[in-house]
T-cell receptor
Framework: GQNIDQPTEMTATEGAIVQINCTYQ??????LFWYQQHAGEAPTFLSY??LDGLEEKGRFSSFLSRSKGYSYLLLKELQMKDSASYLC??????????WGAGTKLIIKP | GAGVSQSPSNKVTEKGKDVELRCDPI?????LYWYRQRLGQGLEFLIY????????KSGLPSDRFSAERTGESVSTLTIQRTQQEDSAVYLC??????????????FGPGTRLTVL
């Protein structure tokens, strides 16, 4: 079967750095996405990785290792508005997105 | 420009009734997706359209669920004889198309369905 694993919940302090991990087992691989979802709102796109390595975009970076079936999302200089759920999704060989259950990130002052 | 829109935003219905949910994708987006999200859970894939055809219906949970798309634009998700377990937020997303490469899905605000 296909599976995406993420921690259910994480807590971090305003101004700090947090790393949210995602491991996957899927039928083929055609890219990995990270989305942010604030409570009661729709998911919004954060990043896309298809090759190994780190993609940096402002305060957010995403890393991929295809051989390990592993990705992480790194959030720097945390702000209160970063409190949200972060969803990892992998596009399989049929170009279907397989979604993780999401990691709820709680930012404390 | 206009994003993905969905209607209604909220729907409360009685068990056994049929409901129809509507999605208007971003103009020019050939791919359209329906997801279900139960409270506190991740996204559950239901169905995806490429143009007006649905190559993948594998996520539809039962034969009470059906979807159609016309004119490579509007899509409707119909749930017949609703059950309480159908209560969830139904999200629609669209993208430029399927295939290799960066292909972001843009989500609508969702329809919150409550079955009493």
């Amino acid at each position: 079967g296909q599976n995406i694993d993420q921690p259910t919940e994480m807590t971090a302090t305003e101004g700090a750095i947090v790393q949210i991990n995602c491991t996957y087992q899927t039928s083929g691989f055609n890219g990995l996405f990270w989305y942010q979802q604030h409570a009661g709102e729709a998911p919004t796109f954060l990043s896309y990785n298809v090759l190994d390595g780190l993609e940096e975009k402002g305060r957010f970076s995403s890393f991929l290792s295809r051989s390990k079936g592993y990705s992480y999302l790194l959030l720097k200089e945390l702000q209160m508005k970063d409190s949200a759920s972060y969803l990892c999704a992998v596009r399989d060989s049929n170009y279907q997105l397989i979604w993780g259950a999401g990691t709820k990130l709680i930012i404390k002052p | 420009g206009a994003g993905v829109s969905q209607s209604p935003s909220n729907k409360v219905t009685e068990k056994g009734k049929d409901v129809e949910l509507r999605c208007d994708p971003i103009s020019g987006h050939t791919a359209l997706y329906w997801y279900r999200q139960r409270l506190g859970q991740g996204l559950e894939f239901l169905i995806y359209f490429q143009g007006n055809s649905a190559p993948d219906k594998s996520g539809l949970p039962s034969d009470r669920f059906s979807a159609e798309r016309t004119g490579e634009s509007v899509s409707t998700l119909t749930i017949q004889r609703t059950q309480q377990e159908d209560s969830a937020v139904y999200l629609c997303a669209s993208s430029l198309g399927e295939g290799l490469g960066y292909n972001e899905q843009f989500f609508g605000p969702g329809t919150r369905l409550t079955v009493l």
